[in-house]
């Protein structure tokens, strides 16, 4: 495969817008912990290109995908009623609306293969995508919805962070919370049917949450969340595209949300705030210095007692107290806390001093 | 009291799922009070608030601020969510929070400037939150993140404030620090509803009170009806707060 050739470029700057859009859309998903939302419009746009398709018999991607924004934008907006109508758990109304949608469109899409004459090749690529039938005017369509998702962005930026944080208190200001919702949800409609052929039905969800999920573990500032995620999206649909060019079988779609799969799986991990492996250090060195404290606090208990805060007192005497160890006490040593000479320790007015603030602050805390 | 009424609430019928959750209640609440909402958990306390403030939408009934429907007064009113209503682990700051509060006045797509900044930093000094104004909300204490929400219903400069159960879960400092600018907000002249669990403190901290569970039991100075036939008729069981005036 050659990374120079016109249809990898295409494919390639397809996938990477594709990744910005559905990145920055995603945030929104995600901080409204709506992660099934994605799952439920894509699996309702599916009878959409059916349907498309058998009142048109057109094949191309612009005929099908107005189809698949139809019946994506009904099912979500159907979602939305059933939510606020019938006041099932939202959970239920996604669930229920995406099985009934994709089930429809699974049989839908049958009948169509079982036509005999039928031109029907190539409709089961929505399913799980297929990236190397993008075309250029594909990939001028989403720049444009990119654009255009991304000046709303801007324009209405307040309006879709206080609505994100605290929808009632919107309200009580005087916004109309409905259209902002509105306008949000139409754009990660957009965004989903875009996918559609290049990611499917199947995966479009992962494709919107992923980048998303992963840009949050690295900041605590929403715009930078929504940066990052484009960001993530748009390496994801690039890393994926040059990953499966070189590996000529293997499709595109899901070697993109494999890569976006590898930026969840590393933000949350390697994350200094917020992921795993540095909270389990810093879990360590708290507990560390923890034990160091209470060995500390108790040594300060018995010098205490002593008019002269320095005086040498037997390392035995720490024996009825169980949580010291030799590397304790080297390290008191080390930040100046005690001084250690063979068998006796005695504090330093730093340790003395260090041991009865930490009194103070437990006194302070309770 | 020969104060003008500020909110006026009538045969107000609330519910969710067909079950009624208020049911015809009638209300009038004087300019200037420090009022006290009192109920047992799932009395409707927050339903009310909510429907007054046109969060939600009542079967029947109706409410007015000052005269005139909600939606023509919003500017007069701020309001104070539960603090469990919201996701602390949003991503943005005190300062940021608090700055929501001059949303309202700026209206549609009109960005925050330094006028709106400068509001917000005042209302953190006053509820003295202003050394954390830079941090994390998530990193915030219960008490620290109710100050906030009480600054961000203060940039809002109204005159009449809902509050719902801003002492939830707070420390003894903040619970002082948050009645004393209550009682500043009322010695203003501004009307403030709260919602309260704590009964002991009633008669210390407000002058005015409603009784409600479901039905409103009964509303008025404090000083003339907060008494233990109104509490066991509000509560349910035979009610004894000693109530030392
Ligand atoms: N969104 C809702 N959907 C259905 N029932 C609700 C909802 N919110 C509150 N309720 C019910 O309405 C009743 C009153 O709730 P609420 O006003 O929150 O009471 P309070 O604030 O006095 O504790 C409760 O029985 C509660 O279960
Ligand atoms: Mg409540």
């Known amino acids: 495969m050659n990374f120079t050739d016109y249809t990898f470029l295409v494919i390639a700057i397809g996938t990477a817008i594709l990744g910005a859009v559905c990145g920055m859309l995603g945030s929104f ?20 290109i059916a349907i498309a398709f058998l009142i048109t018999g057109a094949k ?14 009904v099912g979500t907006f159907w979602i939305r009623g059933i939510i606020t109508k019938t006041h099932l758990k939202s959970d239920t109304a996604l669930g229920l609306i995406l099985s009934l949608f994709f089930g429809f469109g699974m049989l839908l899409l049958t009948f169509i293969q079982k036509q005999p004459n039928a031109n029907q090749a190539g409709l089961d690529k929505y399913l799980f995508g297929q990236a190397a039938t993008l075309l250029i005017a594909d990939v001028y369509l989403m720049a ?6 991304l000046f709303v962005l801007l324009l209405f930026w307040k309006e879709f ?5 605290d929808a009632d208190y919107t309200k009580t200001l005087g916004f109309n919370t409905k259209f902002i919702d509105v306008l949000i949800t139409s754009f990660i409609v957009l965004a989903i049917v875009l996918g559609l052929q290049t990611v499917g039905v199947v995966l479009m969800s992962a494709m919107l949450l992923a980048p998303a999920a992963a840009a949050r573990q690295w900041t605590n500032s929403l ?18 595209t040059v990953i499966s060019a070189s590996q000529n079988n293997l499709s595109t779609g899901p070697v993109i949300v494999i890569v976006a799969g590898v930026f969840v799986l590393v933000s949350f991990v390697f994350s200094p705030s917020r992921g795993l492996l540095f909270k389990q250090i810093r879990f360590m060195k708290n507990r560390r210095d923890l034990e160091l404290y209470k060995t500390l606090s108790f040594m300060h208990h018995i010098a205490e007692t002593h008019e002269d805060i320095s005086h040498p007192h037997s390392i035995k005497l720490l024996n009825n107290f169980q949580g010291f160890t030799r590397k304790t006490l080297q390290e008191l040593e080390e930040k100046n806390y005690i001084t250690i000479s063979g068998l006796n320790w005695s504090l330093t007015p730093e340790g003395f001093e260090k041991a009865s603030n930490l009194y103070n602050q437990n006194f302070k805390d309770e | 009291m020969s104060n003008p009424i500020a909110i006026k609430v009538d045969d107000l019928t609330v519910a969710y799922n067909y079950k009624p959750v208020l049911w015809d209640i009638d209300l009038e609440i004087p300019e200037g009070v420090l009022m006290a909402i009192v109920g047992p958990n799932g009395a409707g306390k927050s339903t009310l608030i909510k429907s007054i403030l046109g969060i939600l939408k009542p079967i029947a009934g109706s409410v007015s601020i000052y005269g005139k429907p909600y939606k023509k007064q919003r500017d007069l009113v701020a309001y104070v969510p539960q603090k469990g209503s919201v996701d602390w682990d949003f991503p943005t700051t005190a300062l940021d929070v608090v700055t929501m509060g ?12 330094q006028k709106e900044k400068k509001a917000a930093l005042e209302a953190l000094e006053k509820v003295g939150m202003l050394p954390f104004k830079g941090r994390q909300i998530s990193q915030l204490s219960g008490g620290q993140q109710q100050r906030i929400f009480l600054a961000r219903a203060l940039v809002q400069n109204a005159s009449i404030y809902f509050m719902d ?14 009645i004393n600018i209550l009682k500043e907000l009322r010695k203003a002249g501004k009307t403030v509803v709260v919602v309260h669990h704590d009964l002991q403190t009633v008669p210390e901290y407000f002058d005015w009170v409603t009784f409600l569970n479901v039905k409103k039991i009964a509303t008025g100075a404090v000083k003339d009806i907060f008494n233990d036939d109104n509490l066991t ?13």
């Open chain 1, 29 to 48: 998903a995600v901080l409204r912990k709506q992660s099934l939302l994605g799952d439920a419009i894509s699996h309702a746009a599916l009878p959409g």
């Open chain 1, 60 to 73: 191309e991607s612009n005929v099908l995908l107005l189809g698949a924004l139809i019946s994506g934008l």
């Open chain 1, 144 to 149: 444009i919805v990119t654009g255009l998702c």
């Open chain 1, 161 to 165: 962070k206080i609505l994100l944080f």
């Open chain 1, 223 to 240: 715009s930078t969340m929504v940066i990052l995620a484009a960001v993530f999206g748009a390496f994801s649909g690039v890393f994926g």
């Open chain 2, 102 to 113: 001059t949303y309202g006045a700026l209206g549609w797509i009109k960005r925050p400037g």
């Open chain 2, 165 to 178: 159960e801003p002492f939830q879960g707070v420390d003894a400092t903040t619970e002082i620090a948050i």
């Open chain 2, 233 to 245: 008729k509000t509560y349910g069981i035979n009610f004894k707060v000693s109530v030392n005036k």
